[in-house]
C-alpha cells in the first residue's frame, strides 16, 4: 500500500514537471512564428507599395531593410538554438529523474525482500532496528542544536542597584510632585501651608470658631490646597496650638506639569523646583499613579544620581494627595 501512495506521488510530480516543461516549449514555438511574422512584414510592405504604384524604396532604406530582416533571422536562429539547448536540458533532467526514481523503487524492494526472508519475530525486530535508529538520528540532529544553543553568549542584562536599599521614615523637609499620565507636576505644599498660617493670623482672635473648620488656598501650579483645621487643647493650660487635622491637594487644571522626557532636561521645571533645596536634608516625595510607575522609575534614577533621598507614595486612580493626623509619615530610599 505504500509503494502505491509512493508511485502516485512520483508520477504526480512528473507529470508537474512535464506539464513545466510542455508550457515553456509552447511560449518558445510562438514567439519564433511572432518573429517570423515581423521579418515578413518588411518584405510584403516593401513589394506591395511597387506593385500598387507606390514609391520605390531608395538603396538606403534597401539597406536598412536587410540589417532589419538579418537581424530577425539572427533572433530566430537563436531562439532556435535555446529551444534546443531546454530540449536538451529537460531530457536530461527526465533521464535524472527516471534514474533516481529507479535507484528508490530497487530499495525500497531491497528492504522489503530482506524483510520478506525473516519470521515474524525477526519482522519486529527489523522494524524496531529501523525505527530506533530513525530515533538516533533525531536526537543526535536535537543534541546538535542543543550544542548550537549553549554556544551562543546569552545577553546581558543590567541590573540597577542603589546603595541604601533599606529604606527609612523621612523626618525633615521634603518637596513633592505629583506623576500622573506620564507628566511630572510640582505641588507647592509648603507654600499652601504658608497661605494656610497668613489665614490663621488674620483670625487669631476668633479660636472659638477654629475647630472643624475648612478652609481652601491657592490655586497655586494647577492645585488648590484644602484643609481642615483643628485646635489643640490641654486640661490645665486651655488652648495650646492649631494643627491641620487633614487636607487635600486638587487639581485645578486640565493638563499639568511637563513630560518625563522634558523633566530630565536641564531647564526643566523639575529641576527649577529642586534648585533651592539641599539634597543634604532634602526628600523628594513621588505621587505615584499606576499610568506613570516607569516615569517614576526614570525619575527616581536621576534623582539618586542627583543625590537626593527619593519616597514613592502610589495612589489609586481617583484618589488625591492628600495627608492627615492619622496617616502615615512617607519611607525613603
Do not use: C
Not at 117 to 145: C, M, P, T, W, Y
Not at 214 to 236: I, Q
Amino acid at each position: 500500500m505504500r509503494r502505491d501512495e509512493h508511485s502516485q506521488i512520483e508520477s504526480a510530480g512528473q507529470d508537474s514537471f512535464l506539464d513545466v516543461t510542455t508550457n515553456i516549449v509552447g511560449i518558445l514555438i510562438v514567439l519564433v512564428m511572432v518573429v517570423g511574422m515581423r521579418a515578413q512584414n518588411p518584405i510584403v510592405a516593401a513589394t506591395g507599395g511597387a506593385s500598387t504604384g507606390g514609391k520605390v524604396p531608395t538603396g538606403d532604406e534597401l539597406e536598412s531593410l536587410s540589417k532589419n530582416a538579418a537581424a530577425i533571422e539572427y533572433d530566430v536562429n537563436r531562439i532556435a538554438e535555446e529551444t534546443e539547448s531546454v530540449d536538451r536540458e529537460i531530457a536530461g533532467r527526465s533521464a535524472e529523474r527516471e534514474e533516481l526514481a529507479t535507484m528508490i523503487a530497487a530499495a525500497e524492494k531491497q528492504i522489503a525482500d530482506e524483510r520478506a526472508k525473516l519470521d515474524s519475530a525477526n519482522q519486529e525486530d527489523f522494524d524496531l532496528r529501523r525505527q530506533v535508529n530513525e530515533s538516533h538520528a533525531i536526537v543526535d540532529r536535537g543534541e546538535a542544536e542543543v550544542d548550537e544553543i549553549k554556544s551562543e553568549k546569552p545577553p546581558v542584562q543590567e541590573v540597577k542597584h542603589y546603595p541604601t536599599p533599606i529604606s527609612r521614615t523621612v523626618i525633615g523637609h521634603e518637596v513633592h510632585f505629583q506623576l500622573s499620565g506620564g507628566r511630572v507636576t510640582y505641588v507647592p505644599i509648603d507654600d499652601f501651608i504658608d497661605d494656610v498660617r497668613a489665614n490663621l493670623r488674620s483670625s487669631a482672635g476668633d479660636l472659638a470658631n477654629i475647630t472643624d473648620k475648612v478652609g481652601v488656598v491657592g490655586p497655586r501650579n494647577g492645585f488648590e490646597f484644602r484643609y481642615t483645621m483643628d485646635v489643640v487643647t490641654d486640661r490645665g493650660r486651655g488652648v495650646v496650638g492649631i494643627r491641620t487635622r487633614e487636607f487635600q491637594v486638587v487639581p485645578v487644571g486640565m493638563q499639568q506639569g511637563e513630560t518625563v522626557q522634558k523633566a530630565l532636561g536641564q531647564r526643566s521645571e523639575f529641576r527649577t523646583a529642586l534648585a533651592p533645596h539641599s539634597p543634604r536634608d532634602t526628600t523628594v516625595t513621588l505621587w505615584v499613579y499606576p499610568d506613570s510607575f516607569e516615569a517614576y522609575r526614570q525619575l527616581k534614577e536621576e534623582l539618586h544620581n542627583m543625590g537626593y533621598a527619593t519616597a514613592g507614595r502610589p495612589l489609586p486612580n481617583g484618589v488625591l494627595i492628600g495627608g492627615s493626623d492619622h496617616g502615615t509619615k512617607s519611607s525613603a530610599q
